[in-house]
């Protein structure tokens, strides 16, 4: 008649010694870390199946599946056949890669820039750069799973790896690679950032310089200096850099519902096509995608796959040349130094190589409208990376909305408690200490 009463229900019904009418002990599944976790686990349905998340993605490893048998007997109850129909499998843990602690404080800090910042959505992702393992994985909004009836549906995906964005310019340390690579510049290479026009559309920067060097043009993020290198490339060379660093690809096969992302598959391509798609346009990525992509970057162009499942082993291959990606990871130091576009992404005592990025939303209809993603992705230490960090405020509207007001200050107080409980030795342990005791 009724099913998950409460118990209080159950004993009230059992005193009423209502003839035919029974009370069974039943169990429910109970999420100890709630909303911390919630859209990365899933949920199970009333009979205790997964439809969401890991419950699904590995439910028949969780569960199990029961054996059959068929057994005929003699008038004397002697067994005469015994046939398996079905042979059983035992349930098994899974046990994820997830650090509790290191959960806790991304969902914290996420879920307060959403809230202070009026956005829509955020997602943040950190991943140990040497395994591959994801570490920590939150969503905000985000819901309660002991809770399962008021469960808003928006909120049961994981849109970490769902949900897909135009990356803005957190491609562009890929494009530098590219150009590097093909020797179009050398790192002390000056390029001349004044605006110009494609097709009647004007290239231009948010804050204007004359010239700009290769490093610059990443502490700067400027659109005019990356559409320059991009417009002496072939658009093929374009997508070849970013497939070789796993954009348009599925990041691992552990997590439900991902998706590889939206590649342009134009025949021909403009001088306006090639600027824009240098700097993060006509292509849509998911939020792991890119913290894969600097996690690449942070094992200087050695690739694997990401993993949710502790201790998974993996091969790797190396997708692009150690140097060219060492050097530019070395340049991506500056975007978070004095006059660099990501400074408020700095951790004190450590050198953390971070792009930010901002870019416009579509419509339903195709169409780009005031509305924006902003993004600070990155990894720390420089001097021997351990994790990638991505940051992704979907929609903010309380007035900013560059990534490098408003993700790169979350990177910055995530990174700096990763590191600390990580007990992650500083570059220059000796100025750490200083610092420690003035401020005392």
């Known amino acids: ?139 905000s909004p985000t819901y309660n799973p002991n809770n399962f009836k008021k469960i808003p549906m928006e909120f049961l995906r994981n849109q970490a790896v769902t949900d897909m964005f135009e990356p803005g310019s957190t491609v562009k340390p890929m494009v530098i690679m590219k150009a590097l690579q093909k020797k179009i510049i050398t790192p002390k290479s000056i390029i001349n950032t004044t605006p110009f026009i494609i097709n009647k559309h004007i290239i231009h920067d948010v804050s204007q310089h004359e010239k700009l060097s290769v490093t610059e043009i990443l502490k700067k993020s400027s659109n005019i200096g990356i559409s320059k290198l991009a417009l002496l490339m072939k658009a093929s060379e374009l997508i070849d850099i970013y497939s070789k660093f796993g954009l348009g690809k599925l990041t691992t096969q552990d997590l439900l519902g991902e998706k590889s992302g939206i590649y342009p598959k134009r025949k021909y391509w403009s001088d306006l096509d090639k600027a824009t798609f240098s700097f993060g346009y006509g292509l849509m990525v998911t939020p792991l995608q890119l913290s894969n992509v600097y996690t690449i970057i942070g094992r200087y162009g050695l690739s694997k796959p990401l993993s949710i499942i502790k201790n998974k082993k993996s091969a790797s291959t190396q997708v692009f040349p150690k140097f060219f990606v060492k050097t530019v990871l070395k340049m991506l130091e500056s975007v978070s130094e004095p006059g660099g576009i990501g400074i408020k992404a700095a951790v004190e005592g450590y050198k953390i190589a971070v792009k930010t990025g901002t870019a416009k939303k579509i419509n339903s209809k195709g169409k780009y409208v005031n509305r924006y993603i902003a993004y600070a992705v990155g990894v720390a230490p420089v001097s021997n990376p351990k994790f990638s960090l991505i940051v992704m405020i979907n929609d903010p509207r309380s007035g900013q909305y560059y990534g490098g007001t408003i993700s790169a200050p979350v990177f910055s107080s995530i990174m700096r408690s990763v590191l600390r409980i990580t007990n992650t030795k500083p570059d220059n342990l000796s100025q750490y200490n200083k610092n420690q005791i003035l401020k005392r």
Request: positive net charge; aromatic residues 8%; glycine residues 8%.
């Open 1 to 139: 008649m009724a099913r998950k009463v409460s118990p209080e229900i159950g004993e009230y019904v059992k005193k009423l010694h209502l003839p035919g009418v029974y009370v069974n002990e039943d169990f429910q599944r109970y999420y100890p870390f709630g909303k911390l976790i919630s859209q990365l686990v899933g949920i199970t349905n009333i009979d205790g199946i997964g439809i969401e998340g890991i419950e699904k993605k590995f439910n028949s490893i969780l569960s199990g599946t029961p054996g059959k048998r068929k057994i005929r007997t003699d008038k004397f109850g002697n067994i005469v056949e015994n046939t398996t129909l079905i042979k059983k499998n035992i349930p098994h843990d899974i046990n994820l890669s997830i650090d509790i602690r290191l959960q806790t404080i991304l969902y914290r800090e996420l879920s307060h820039a959403v809230n202070f910042n009026k956005a829509k959505s955020g997602t943040a992702i950190l991943i140990n750069i040497k395994t591959g393992e994801i570490l920590a994985m939150v969503n």
